[in-house]
């Protein structure tokens, strides 16, 4: 992968892992198409260090009160009912679901689950659940009221995103307006949720590739994630402002029309399966 392939697959990463469309479908797909291969868990993992990037500096002061608020808790310091005492718990419970899963299913997804025949069928049949959740919900809770059942429903949805296709934030964000939340409450929680998986997930690439006999070509690799940090700032203050006063559908048709694009091409023996 030299650096133009590596700076593209960054902007497609900073445009799309925040947007309900699947990241890393998209990734396979750009990747096969300019450089004959996908480039892999490894490479998606590590360059969602930047698109995380971003969600520590736009929502870097609820993070700080979430995490002063969570310790003091632990002394008594602060009430164990606070708000963003609990917001703390919540992530931390939420994020146990992905992090056993991502553990256990560790082969499967850098592999068999990268098929694209299953993540054009993940395209579709979420785009499904993503307009059922927006047209049918309620809308009207805020993260005020979410409970600890929510938020273990929240982390398994959130675990769903193991499957290319679904998205990370499709999944959870469809999940909590299903559960009655408003758009941009269950957006903000869906982006506080992420925070330890796709630290610990990056981090962990990071590690073992940094173990390979053959040294990687990190050049390219950190050019990409300096990118999708830059474009994933910009993306998340205007998704969050769009979803305030629109629905998903725009998302959900782009999803069906990927999706039928998807089955195209890999019919036709333009881009391979896997």
Known sequence: MNFFEAMVLGLV???????????SAHLSIVGQVMGGTDPGAAFTAITQLGTEAAVLVFFWRDIVR?????????????????????????????SIPIGVLGFTLQDWIETDLRNLWLTA?????????????????????????????????????????LIPGVSRSGGTIAAGVFMGYKREAAARYSFLLAIPAVLSSGLYQVLKLSEEPVEPAWGPVFAATAVAFVVALAVIAWFMRFISTHTF??????????????????????????
Not at 134 to 149: I, N, S
Request: proline share 4%.
């Open 121 to 161: 069928t993940m395209l579709l049949l979420f785009s499904l659940v993503i307009a059922a959740a927006d047209r049918f919900a309620r809308h009207t809770r805020d993260l005020h009221q979410l409970t600890w059942r929510d938020g273990i429903l929240y982390g398994l949805a959130q675990s769903l995103a």
């Open 66 to 94: 979430i995490i002063r608020h969570w310790f003091l808790s632990l002394t008594g310091r602060v009430p164990r009912d606070d708000p963003d005492a609990r917001m703390g718990w919540l992530v931390i419970i939420g």
């Open 249 to 274: 559908t725009p998302f959900v048709v782009y999803r069906i029309g990927l999706a039928l694009l998807l089955f195209g091409l890999l019919g036709f023996g333009v881009i391979e399966a896997r």
């Open 13 to 23: 990463q900073g445009l799309t892992e925040f947007l309900p469309i699947s990241s």
